[in-house]
């Protein structure tokens, strides 16, 4: 194992096995992160892997959580959306090895439980509920933030999935979370109803919203509409092909078999159920932290199936790795920061639909 001592000395000489530290980002409170040393991990178990991330993408939970909007207590390593290169790996690991560029999904997942079985890679029964990189409060358990120098894989096999040939990692980093996520709200729906128009109704889900277009758009959607207050969302949405609708409390887009919540407001979500037509499927992605009321006797009378929770992403990865890498999932056009890694703990809360932390 190759380890350096910390980012500033990057391309240093490797440090001695008996006691490697590592630097990682983490989340202090509300608008603070510091850099911080520490132990690097180590490889403990036969199925897992170290990795090293070489790019990270920015989720849209991260910066609600530096800058207050979802309340988080500190310290936690921070980063969860990555591609790394595979640095060591356990005597039972098989489908990679040292080298190898991976896509890392957030969630962590043993790939053999019954839910993983089913597809629900996000609520493995093998770990606390909620694990994930990046989010150690949520679940409890703090698995290291991508923002580090080095990240354990618990489940190697099972979870990380090789960076196809070609495909930018800036563009593959962000279908570890926000990608997948936008994709899964419309895939299943389109794939049971193909060529159903799709309402996608954006805010504090800014990217994942607009993944979700440009999800609806490669998957064939007659017609993509976007609604939402931001100008520039709705730009990048005009670009990403979809018709715009700025918000309004009257506004009428139209009815659409498929609908998608990625406002997080309740008259965001309440205008995506209205739209939703007959026998029709809404998908929310917004976290609500408190309570909503919910129109539930329109909802029943149009039997419309409303869909909310996380997304599964390492069961959808492979497929939006695919389309990335073919160029029929084009998401360029929502990356508008790119920051180098040393600039990180200062640009991680400032605005921006998505932003990329390179090394390099």
């Not at 979802?70 to 936690?76: E, H, S, V």
């Not at 029964?125 to 990046?134: A, H, Y």
């Not at 996520?181 to 919203?209: F, K, N």
Request: aromatic content about 6%; charged content about 25%; some cysteine.
């Amino acid at each position: 194992m190759h380890l350096r001592n910390t980012v500033a000395n990057d391309r240093g000489a490797p440090c001695d096995r008996r006691r490697c530290t590592m630097q990682e980002l983490v989340f202090v409170e509300r608008g603070k992160l510091e850099w911080r040393e520490r132990d690097a991990p180590r490889v403990e178990g036969a199925g897992e892997a170290l990795v090293r991330p070489l790019v990270v993408t920015r989720c849209d939970l991260d910066r609600a959580i530096v800058t207050g909007v979802f309340p988080m207590a500190g310290p936690f390593a921070v980063g969860h959306e990555t591609v790394g290169e595979v640095l060591e790996v356990g005597s039972g690991v098989t489908r990679v090895r040292p080298g190898d560029r991976v896509v890392v999904p957030f969630q962590i997942s043993c790939g053999a439980c019954d839910r993983c079985a089913r597809g629900f890679t996000g609520s493995c029964r093998e770990v606390p509920l909620r694990s994930s990189f990046g989010l150690g409060p949520l679940s409890g358990r703090e698995w290291g933030g991508a923002l580090s120098d080095v990240i354990r894989v618990p489940y190697a096999d099972a979870m990380l999935v090789a960076l196809p040939e070609g495909l930018d990692p800036m563009i593959a980093a962000g279908a570890a979370d926000n990608v997948s996520d936008g994709w899964r709200t419309v895939a299943e729906p389109l794939a049971q109803l193909p060529g159903a128009p799709v309402l996608v109704v954006g805010g504090a889900a800014e990217s994942i919203g607009l993944y979700a277009v440009a999800s609806a758009r490669a998957l064939g959607a007659s017609e993509v509409a976007y609604v939402d207050h931001d100008e520039a969302r709705l730009a990048i949405a005009s670009a990403l092909g979809a018709r715009v609708v700025p918000f309004a409390r009257d506004a009428k887009p139209g009815r659409f078999a498929i609908t998608v919540d990625a406002s997080a407001r309740t008259e965001g979500l309440r205008l995506a159920l209205a739209c939703t037509d007959v026998e029709g499927t809404c998908t929310s992605v917004g976290v609500y932290t408190t309570e909503v009321s919910l129109p539930l006797l329109e909802l029943y009378s149009k039997g419309v199936r409303f869909l909310t929770g996380r997304a599964h992403a390492r069961a959808v990865l492979p497929e939006v790795l695919a389309k990335l890498a073919d160029r029929t999932l084009a998401i360029d056009a929502v990356t508008m920061a790119r920051v180098m890694w040393g600039d990180a703990r200062d640009a991680w809360g400032e605005p921006a639909t998505k932003m990329v932390v390179a090394r390099e």
